[in-house]
T-cell receptor
Framework: KAGVTQTPRYLIKTRGQQVTLSCSPI?????VSWYQQTPGQGLQFLFE???????NKGNFPGRFSGRQFSNSRSEMNVSTLELGDSALYLC?????????????FGNGTRLTVT | KQEVTQIPAALSVPEGENLVLNCSFT??????LQWFRQDPGKGLTSLLL?????REQTSGRLNASLDKSSGRSTLYIAASQPGDSATYLC??????????FGEGTQLTVNP
């Protein structure tokens, strides 16, 4: 069974641009969540989607948004990029939310903003 | 607001040693606690999940305990190996699939 797939693996963008990251969950998993990892702040929750609906949102500005498609694939978008958005963005999937089942993480997208 | 703390931040041990990683959290209203491993430049690998009603979970050389009332968990690694070198992260789930993570313990096992 294929794991969580995130594309692209690396991205370099300039301040002010926007970026879209993609996540394909494990087959059969319908819940997808996103996390940002930085050396200073550690791992922080961005948002969670289930059945194409955002169920939960972390404490991030509105420049960060996401969506989930009917096949459970998810994308997150960051507009008007800032230097501080440089981070490893991790996607995780699970069967359904709150099922006490472990989250399965992808290898992440490393975003560098210059 | 849930806060998760991991001690120590870094640990270096010789191969074969048994070791304990510590995790504490401030709000005991959790669904579960999970331990993850992260290798450099990679995502997270789930090691153990302890539901709030459980006291411990075991997988191979790993044993994790949970004391929800005191807000503590430990990860015990027996007979450590160089391949165990990684960052170990503790996380608590408080709603849905929303995890609050600790800062991690960077473990180095020396041959």
């Amino acid at each position: 069974k294929a794991g969580v797939t995130q594309t692209p693996r690396y991205l370099i963008k300039t301040r002010g641009q926007q970026v879209t990251l993609s996540c394909s969950p494990i087959s059969g998993h319908r819940s997808v969540s996103w996390y940002q990892q930085t050396p200073g702040q550690g791992l922080q929750f961005l948002f969670e989607y289930f059945s194409e609906t955002q169920r939960n949102k972390g404490n991030f500005p509105g420049r960060f948004s996401g969506r989930q498609f009917s096949n459970s694939r998810s994308e997150m978008n960051v507009s008007t990029l800032e230097l501080g958005d440089s981070a490893l963005y991790l996607c995780a999937s699970s069967l359904v939310p709150g099922a006490n089942s472990p989250l399965h993480f992808g290898n992440g997208t490393r975003l560098t903003v210059t | 607001k849930q806060e998760v703390t991991q001690i120590p931040a870094a640990l270096s041990v010789p191969e074969g040693e048994n070791l304990v990683l510590n995790c504490s959290f401030t709000d005991s209203a959790i669904y579960n606690l999970q331990w993850f491993r992260q290798d450099p430049g990679k995502g997270l690998t789930s090691l153990l999940l302890i539901q709030s009603s459980q006291r411990e979970q075991t997988s191979g050389r790993l044993n994790a305990s949970l004391d929800k009332s005191s807000g503590r968990s430990t990860l015990y690694i027996a007979a450590s190996q160089p391949g165990d070198s990684a960052t170990y992260l503790c996380a608590v789930e408080t709603s849905g699939s929303r995890l609050t993570f600790g800062e991690g313990t960077q473990l180095t096992v020396n041959p």
